[in-house]
């Protein structure tokens, strides 16, 4: 129940906080903009579907973990890690090839990591943890 | 590795939620055990067979390839 209540949290804080640069942005919104706000749009609807699954798995009186959530969780964990270390190698290269603020490398990154940590999540869930 | 989850639950005629409340696990957990989609630790497995009253051996089949 509470990583349901963190998840729930962390999601609305960043929808908030995107909703808030939205609205701020004067220049019109281009593709890069648009593309940032649809990968973070995707990223909050999983957060909130996470939170979902844990309110409604609470209802059932279901564990807020279990053996195989935790193996999940640490699988993804470990493999976006290794994968997010090749991206800020690849970042560093792409600074010197494209003229970039050192805001906008941050900012990509930070965004890369969770989308990595996304896709390991439903890989990992995909093919399963079997130990073999 | 393989198990016959599935069949022992429908004889002894529990839902995989049944199931999962006695062993304190999600539901989700036996879904991917009966998928073979995850090797449960020796205490989850001890548990479920317990709950049908076999032996481990006899849920789980241990292939050596």
């Given at each position: 129940?509470?990583?349901?209540?963190?998840?729930?949290?962390?999601?609305?804080?960043?929808?908030?906080?995107?909703?808030?640069?939205?609205?701020?942005?004067?220049?019109?919104?281009?593709?890069?903009?648009?593309?940032?706000?649809?990968?973070?749009?995707?990223?909050?609807?999983?957060?909130?579907?996470?939170?979902?699954?844990?309110?409604?798995?609470?209802?059932?009186?279901?564990?807020?973990?279990?053996?195989?959530?935790?193996?999940?969780?640490?699988?993804?964990?470990?493999?976006?890690?290794?994968?997010?270390?090749?991206?800020?190698?690849?970042?560093?290269?792409l600074?010197d090839m494209v003229?970039?603020?050192?805001?906008?490398?941050?900012?990509?990154?930070?965004?890369?990591?969770?989308?990595?940590?996304?896709?390991?999540?439903?890989?990992?869930?995909?093919?399963?943890?079997?130990?073999? | 590795?393989?198990?016959?989850?599935?069949?022992?639950?429908?004889?002894?005629?529990?839902?995989?939620?049944?199931?999962?409340?006695?062993?304190?696990?999600?539901?989700?957990?036996?879904?991917?055990?009966?998928?073979?989609?995850?090797?449960?630790?020796?205490?989850?497995?001890?548990?479920?067979?317990?709950?049908?009253?076999?032996?481990?051996?006899?849920?789980?089949?241990?292939?050596?390839?």
């Amino acid at each position: 129940m509470k990583r349901a209540v963190i998840a729930l949290s962390v999601s609305l804080l960043v929808l908030a906080t995107t909703a808030f640069w939205f609205f701020k942005v004067e220049e019109s919104v281009k593709g890069p903009e648009v593309l940032t706000f649809g990968i973070i749009i995707v990223l909050v609807g999983f957060g909130l579907y996470f939170a979902y699954r844990r309110f409604t798995g609470a209802k059932r009186g279901e564990p807020a973990e279990d053996e195989l959530s935790k193996k999940v969780m640490q699988k993804t964990a470990a493999w976006s890690y290794y994968i997010s270390l090749y991206m800020w190698v690849f970042m560093i290269w792409l600074k010197d090839m494209v003229t970039l603020d050192t805001e906008q490398v941050l900012g990509a990154g930070i965004l890369s990591m969770a989308v990595i940590f996304f896709l390991c999540w439903i890989v990992i869930r995909l093919r399963g943890i079997r130990n073999d | 590795m393989t198990n016959h989850i599935k069949e022992y639950r429908a004889r002894h005629d529990l839902t995989q939620d049944d199931l999962a409340k006695k062993v304190n696990v999600r539901r989700e957990t036996i879904v991917f055990l009966e998928k073979n989609k995850y090797n449960p630790s020796l205490k989850l497995a001890h548990d479920i067979a317990s709950v049908f009253g076999v032996t481990i051996e006899e849920i789980f089949i241990f292939d050596n390839e």
